[in-house]
């Protein structure tokens, strides 16, 4: 009980603390809102998922890198994370100043506004930034009050990715990776991380409606014990709990893992391997994403970061990032390109441009102790997510 | 003071010594006279730098389990308090995860000590001087190679389509499906420590003098009751300084779990904890764990005069 | 200690020499497995090969953060065995010449870094380390790193060096005494030719558990990138995995010579590289041996 007056307390600071982030920010860099770019300092160091950051090292025409590097002068130096949790921790070290930039998810960005480790940016500075596609311009998970904390990257779903040869006929639902008697039990694959929880309770908003989960990150109690009873009786059936992204690769390509939860990058890695897979967005929806590259408080290199989400915002290069990871660009502009090259697959596949697509992807956030509606604050937060998730790995 | 002859038989004296000549004197003399000072000397910096760095970081470790961390900003805050340890008592999981873990290293450590003993008996008793030189090298060579690399190959190795289905398949035995299990972590295990038990067991049993193991022989014991009467006794301190580091490094790895397992570990869940979940204290509380359980063990260990023979 | 010839009965000789060969195939076996896969064509990790290629070992070639990794690590295994070696050998004389409370207790605490569960005492170093920082301003660099390794390298040399003080007559050093030297003659010209291949072969040890130190190495690194950190990193990234296979099929032969050396200096002595590159004491019939001329 203790801990819940705790949480909530805490709640509350965040939220008031959110709330005031208008008037004087929590990091104070509202005062120190850049203004212009300055030299770039040489270098850069970045924290980023795996395949954001490509410099020609896994398919030399695929290189993002090396023509920014020529252009500014800035050497990346990039470190890739596996999950949210890992890349908040990463922005932290050094007392923030070892790393100037993250592609944070929409569950650590808040994280990172509310405990000061990111700056306000200034979008004036990003040229393309007023291409960006309407539902991305504000959104909560990087603006607070009008300031723009980050500029948008990509954005995808936590896509269905099966065996072709193996999973027949193809699958519609997620039933497969959750149901006790699934015929491919001890060889489905799931996300290692707290958030994953949030998958559960997308399967439980639509087959289980007497819960009314609503917001799958934020659930009461009784939803959350729910959501972690179906992930224990999922936990049988998992391969590995995969956070690398080979981790997931591997078993898929040696047959060892045929169903799963992937990010679009999976799919595009398999398939350039001439492996049998394919990816569906089943009915039920997914969970998914959208990044946001966001600089730090204490970047020892801010110019180069301005430098890079400049590059990185820009059309060509949205284009590019989309057609090897196969994640969706924010910039709508991209699409255009996108569309010109592989054709109808930018819609049918990527639907690039399409802002109600996005907003049917249940983006990841911070699970808050504040629910946000009527509820009030209700919900469970974070930590209870993490300790609740140990439980479920505990026990495979 | 050297005195020189020379050919005509006059002695010579040797120049008078230089002034660094005679500071080293002085403070040779100060040494031989007090024992304590050069003790000091020998023993200060040594006792310094452990003490310090060391026993002071692992106090300092044991310090941080008593504080929390912030649950919205992250950050360690000092509110001293037995919190962690209740959660860790509360909770079953940490329970089910730190029992599994010590199963798994006594598995290991039963089955490298199992591997180990014929290999150390073949090269300290049977096999010829070149013929153990040779295994000795062979038994250490793969320490040098990459730690990870090797747990990777048993990855490769395992996973369906590696080099064990495609032999068995090859044999017309089916398949197995390995891959991402405790029997891969406890095959795993088994192969990376294996040379770390198996040098201190060849060095137990190399001391056997052979009279002894001539004079069961006489007394009429057959191979196998001398091997389990006079030979296992002899040789147990030196299976149990091996049996040390099979113990400890199955009891805190965090890498490998993660490569070959599909489970959590004691590590898994500290290493998490720190580098993920940025919770320090807990993770630093969990620590206790695997220390306290190695301690114990050391102290046994040290008890069978396992130290003697490390 | 050689034998003439063994007195166990040839069907207990058999059996062990069986078992020694299919034991040394399970060890062999996953290294071949690498060196094999270094010559991969393809990046995938599938079996069997699709053939022989050596691309690979052109883009290690190429692969300038490999060397920047090689050079850290062998700057940190320099480092590590320089203090290794002056630590555990005034340790080792310590212990060897006086009798003092908590004798015993020395050998214990020394070994402690390396019987202690890697990550516990990883945990540890970085909590002093993250203190210094917030004290002293310590930060994460190849200090941390040196710092780190030489706290458990320190007792393979301590061990190797004990060793070889126990099989040294220490009349030699009275001798040396006797005959005018002072402390530091006697320890250049006596004592010091005495434990010198002990020191090398604590030497070599120390450096090789320095050079592919993972475990805790990945608490006191910060940002430095050494060669089993590179490693780490690279393994998840499928295009740079059958790289990782070519150092370290590289790191594999290359290090055959320092194992024979090693292995080759601690025989000589009568004993031999046992538990974490700790040197066991020779029975007591080789120790009167080395004792008579």
Redesign the interface.
């Known amino acids: 009980m203790k801990r819940y007056r705790a949480n909530l307390i805490a709640s509350v600071a965040v939220v008031l603390v959110l709330a005031a982030c208008g008037g004087t920010t929590s990091s104070g860099q509202g005062s120190n809102l850049k203004q212009s770019i300055g030299a770039g300092e040489g270098a850069l160091n970045l924290v980023a998922w795996v395949g954001y950051v490509e410099s020609g090292k896994t398919d030399p025409k695929v290189d993002w890198v090396t023509p920014f590097t020529n252009q500014t002068g800035c050497k990346i130096n990039v470190k890739f994370a596996d999950t949210s949790d890992e890349m908040v921790t990463l922005m932290r070290q050094g007392g923030g100043t070892q790393w100037d930039g993250v592609s944070a998810s929409g569950d650590a960005t808040n994280r990172l506004i509310a405990h000061g480790d990111v700056a306000e940016v200034n979008t004036n500075l990003i040229p393309d930034f007023k291409d960006v596609i309407q539902s991305l311009q504000s959104p909560r998970h990087n603006t607070i009050n009008g300031h723009h904390y980050g500029v948008p990257y990509m954005y995808g779903p936590n896509v269905l990715m099966y065996n072709t040869d193996v999973v027949k006929p193809a699958p519609t639902s997620w039933a497969p990776t959750w149901d006790a008697n699934s015929p491919y039990k001890g060889k489905v694959a799931a996300y290692d991380s707290p958030i994953f929880v949030a998958d559960a309770a997308l399967y439980l908003k639509a087959h289980n409606k007497s819960l009314g989960i609503t917001d799958v990150y934020e659930l009461t109690s009784k939803q959350l014990d729910a959501a972690i009873a179906l992930l224990k009786v999922q936990a049988p059936l998992i391969k590995k709990y995969w956070a690398a992204t080979t981790d997931e690769t591997d078993p898929f390509s040696s047959g060892d893992m045929v169903i799963g939860t992937a990010w679009p990058y999976q799919v595009s890695f398999l398939k350039s391997e001439k492996k049998p897979v394919a990816a569906v967005v089943p009915s039920e929806g997914a969970t998914g994403w959208a990044d946001t590259w966001m600089i730090s408080s204490h970047a020892q290199h801010p110019n180069c970061m301005y430098q890079w989400m400049k590059w990185t915002e820009t059309p060509a290069v949205q284009d590019q990032v989309a057609e090897f990871y196969g994640a969706t660009p924010s910039n709508a502009k991209a699409c255009d390109i996108l569309r010109k090259n592989i054709g109808d697959s930018a819609d049918s596949d990527y639907h690039c441009g399409d802002n109600t697509f996005l907003k049917n992807i249940a983006l990841w956030k911070t699970p808050l102790q504040e629910c946000g509606d009527s509820r009030g604050a209700t919900c469970t937060d974070y930590t209870i997510w993490q300790q609740k998730w140990q439980e479920v790995r505990g026990t495979k | 003071m050297a005195e020189t002859l020379t050919r005509t038989g006059e002695r010579l004296a040797a120049p008078p010594p230089s002034a660094v000549r005679r500071l080293r004197h002085a403070i040779g003399r100060v040494l031989y006279r007090i024992p304590a000072a050069r003790l000091a000397l020998l023993l200060g910096p040594i006792l310094l730098w452990m003490v310090v760095i060391y026993l002071g970081s692992l106090g300092l470790l044991f310090v941080t389990s008593f504080w929390r961390q912030d649950s919205v900003t992250g950050a360690i805050v000092q509110n001293w308090g037995l919190t962690n340890y209740q959660f860790l008592v509360q909770e079953g999981v940490y329970r089910t995860i730190a029992i599994r873990t010590v199963g798994i290293a006594l598995a290991v450590t039963v089955t490298d000590i199992v591997l180990a003993i014929p290999i150390a008996y073949y090269a300290a008793r049977i096999a010829s001087p070149r013929v153990r030189t040779l295994l000795l090298l062979s038994i250490v060579l793969p320490l040098w190679s990459s730690y990870l690399v090797r747990v990777y190959a048993w990855r490769t190795i395992l996973s369906g389509d590696g080099v064990l289905n495609w032999s068995l398949h090859h044999v017309h035995l089916g398949s197995v499906n390995l891959g991402f299990s405790r029997w891969s972590l406890w095959i795993v295990f088994s192969y990376l420590w294996l040379p770390y038990v198996t040098l201190p067991v060849y060095a137990a049993l190399e001391r056997i003098p052979n009279s002894l193991i001539e004079a069961s022989t006489d007394l009429g014991a057959r191979w196998r009751t001398t091997f389990r009467r006079v030979i296992l006794p002899i040789a147990f301190p030196g299976i149990v300084a091996g049996s040390i580091f099979a113990f400890s490094l199955t009891l805190g790895d965090y890498i490998a779990p993660d490569l070959v397992g599909d489970t959590e570990f004691i590590g898994n869940v500290i290493y998490q904890n720190v580098g993920i979940a940025n919770n320090i204290p807990f993770a630093a509380a969990y620590a206790i764990v695997p220390a306290l359980v190695m301690g114990v063990y050391l102290l046994i260990a040290r008890q069978l005069k396992a130290f003697e023979a490390l | ?3 003439d010839r ?4 040839r069907s ?2 058999l ?3 069986v ?2 060969g299919l ?2 195939l ?6 071949l ?2 060196m094999l ?1 270094a010559f991969n064509p393809a990046r ?5 090969l699709p053939g022989l290629s050596t691309r690979w070992f052109t883009a290690t070639w190429n692969n300038a953060d490999v060397r920047t990794a090689l050079l850290t690590s062998l700057k940190a295994g320099v480092g590590a065995t320089t203090i290794a070696l ?3 050998s ?2 080792a ?2 212990v060897h ?2 009798r ?1 409370f908590g004798r015993e207790t ?16 990883g ?6 380390i993250n ?1 210094g ?1 917030e004290l002293i301003g310590l ?2 660099s190849l200090w941390t790193i040196i ?1 780190g390794h ?2 458990f390298c ?1 007792v393979v040399v301590y ?1 190797n060096v004990i060793a070889r003080l126990r099989r040294t007559a220490t009349s030699l050093v009275e001798a040396s005494s006797d005959l ?1 030297a ?3 003659q006697t320890f250049r010209y006596v004592i010091l030719p005495n434990i010198g291949t002990a020191l090398m072969a604590g030497g070599l040890l120390a450096f ?1 558990l320095s050079f ?1 130190e ?2 805790v190495t ?2 006191t690194s ?2 430095e990138i050494t ?2 950190k590179w ?3 690279n ?7 059958p790289v ?2 070519v ?2 099929s590289i ?2 032969l290359a ?2 010579i ?3 050396i ?2 080759r200096l601690t ?1 000589e002595s009568g004993g ?5 590159g ?1 040197v ?1 004491p ?2 007591e ?1 080789a120790v009167e041996q080395a004792a008579a001329p």
Do not use: K
Not at chain 3, 26 to 31: D, M, R, S, W
Not at chain 3, 106 to 121: D, E, N, R
Not at chain 3, 272 to 276: A, D, H, I
């Open positions: 200690m050689s034998r063994a007195i166990e009965p207990v000789q059996g062990m020499a078992v020694t034991v040394l399970f060890l062999y076996v996953p290294l497995v690498i896969y995938s990790q599938a079996w069997p002056i630590l555990g005034l340790a004389f310590a010449r006086f003092f020395v050998s214990f605490i020394l070994i402690l870094p390396l019987a202690l569960p890697g990550i516990v005492t945990m540890a170093l970085n909590s002093t203190l920082g930060s994460f710092i030489a706290t320190v061990n005018g002072d402390g530091i090789a592919d993972i475990i990945n608490f910060g940002s060669l089993p490693i780490f990193n393994l998840r990234l499928p295009n740079q995995r990782v296979n150092v370290a790191l594999l290090s055959l320092p194992v024979y090693a292995q025989q031999l590289v046992s538990g974490r700790a066991v020779a029975n019939d």
